[in-house]
């Protein structure tokens, strides 16, 4: 298994969850890993990645999520977070890590390597 996402579940909005990544093989050794969700009845859209270019590293989100998720990646662990606060029903979805060469993408059909999804909801 090359990605394996876990940390999701039940919470309440407002709430905060933190989804963990963890990579292996040429899947961490790609320059970007992003977070994707899929709601029900919804196509698969860009959360949140974290490129990088040399020694450094640049997190870029969607802008439903911006100022409330935050990417990081953790190399000694070989690990990519997702920590997200001030959720909201709308955040209810499977979140899915993925991974690529070069630059971040929006684009889910420009990722080669995906983890099996970890389900978030959130509800009252």
């Known amino acids: 298994v090359q990605l394996q996402a876990s940390g999701g579940g039940l919470v309440q909005p407002g709430d905060s969850l933190r989804l963990s990544c963890a990579a292996s093989g040429r899947a961490f050794r790609r320059d970007t890993i992003a977070w994707f969700r899929q709601a029900p009845g919804k196509e698969r859209e860009f959360v949140a990645a974290?490129?990088?270019?040399?020694?450094?590293?640049?997190?870029y989100y969607a802008d439903s999520v911006k100022g409330r998720f935050t990417a990081s990646r953790d190399n000694a662990q070989n690990t990519l977070y997702l920590e997200m606060s001030i959720l909201k029903p709308e955040d209810t979805a499977v979140y899915y890590c993925?991974?690529?060469?070069?630059?971040?993408?929006?684009?889910?059909?420009?990722?080669?390597?995906w983890g099996q999804g970890t389900q978030v909801t959130v509800s009252s």
């Open positions: 993925s991974a690529k060469e070069n630059w971040y993408s929006t684009k889910n059909w420009e990722y080669e390597y």
């Open positions: 974290v490129s990088r270019s040399g020694s450094a590293y640049y997190a």
